[in-house]
């Protein structure tokens, strides 16, 4: 194994330089190559995340509408759901606290 070693350091004898400069070229290679890949990931996820956007917005729009159509429900008379159930469904209202005399049903202890 030594003698190999010795036969390629003796053939890269006086030629350091043009290996230095195949070894950087090579580098730059690689990196321009890795750099390429990421640059198309990057690109195919900005496209999906101007998808999302878009989904996300016909999203939004429609739910905001079947809301708009519920409230109009709830207008008409004989509604099949109360606007302050709607209310209470969207956060738009607190919800109601507990039962009066609810409190007398627990039962009381004191820490000693």
Do not use: C
């Not at 109009?72 to 004989?78: F, I, K, V």
């Amino acid at each position: 194994m030594a003698a190999v070693l010795r036969g390629i350091g003796a053939k890269l004898a006086g030629r350091e330089e043009k290996v230095t400069s195949a070894l950087l070229l090579a580098s730059f290679v690689a990196l321009g190559w890795h750099s390429w890949e990421q640059q198309h990931k990057i690109d195919d996820l900005e496209a999906k995340r101007a998808s999302l956007r878009a989904s996300n917005t016909s999203m939004s729009s429609a739910m905001w509408a079947w809301r708009e159509e519920l409230f109009a429900l709830a207008a008409a008379p004989s509604p099949p759901i109360s606007a302050s159930r709607l209310r209470l469904i969207y956060g738009e209202e607190e919800p109601a606290s507990e039962e009066p005399g609810a409190d007398a049903e627990k039962e009381s202890f004191t820490v000693a």
